[in-house]
């Protein structure tokens, strides 16, 4: 159990039966009228967000939730297969689980798998990660401004916007949250 107190951002609570995980808060103190704490929280399993609002004070159940370091292998089917980087132990995840991170994940990369009572809940992918791109049309001379963008296709096979002065075999830090181009890597 937690006090509204104990909330921070990434916990995990049992609400009705379901697991949601704060996304942000905020405590208001309204100058009439009781306490109280606006929450953004998130499905854990179906990702869908809600807001809600507890009074102040009041005592929300927690979930206990594993965050294992953990490195992606293969793929296996419709499976990704990935190795816990304690007890090297491999867990398969389905594509549901994985989502859209499938677009960013290369071999060995570090993520983190959050477990409930031993189930893999969801994926953590790092905030940003480096991808060569396989494939864009070339620029021309004089497309040096941020002005532009063109499609690229990078190895994983994800296509994104990029600047019209990036070129194939450039290598490119990519966003994971929204497959935002971030900038070029010097490799």
């Known amino acids: 159990m ?25 405590h208001v103190k309204p100058g009439k009228g009781p306490a109280f704490v606006r929450t953004k929280i998130k499905n854990v399993l179906t990702g869908k967000v809600n807001d809600k609002t507890f009074n ?4 929300v159940e927690t979930a206990t939730v594993d965050r294992r370091d953990a490195t992606f292998l293969y793929r296996d089917g ?13 867990h398969p995840l389905s594509e549901a689980l994985v989502g859209d991170a499938e677009k960013y994940l290369l071999e060995s990369l570090p993520v983190q798998i959050a477990f409930h009572n031993g189930a893999p809940l969801y994926l953590e992918m790092p905030v940003s990660v480096e991808l060569v791109v396989t494939h864009t049309e070339p620029g021309l001379q004089g497309d040096r401004s941020s002005a532009g963008t063109k499609p690229a ?4 096979g994800a296509e994104l916007q990029v600047p019209l002065f990036i070129n194939t075999g450039d290598k490119l830090k990519v966003d994971t949250r929204d497959g935002s ?3 070029r890597v010097n490799a």
Request: aromatic share 14%; glycine share 8%.
């Open 2 to 26: 937690a006090s509204t107190a104990d909330f921070k951002n990434g916990l995990v609570l049992n609400i009705d039966g379901q697991l949601w995980q704060i996304i942000e808060f905020q």
């Open 181 to 183: 181009y971030l900038g």
């Open 78 to 90: 419709s499976d990704f297969i990935f190795m816990d980087s304690q007890d090297y132990e491999q």
């Open 153 to 156: 296709t990078v190895e994983t």
């Open 56 to 59: 102040a004070g009041v005592k």
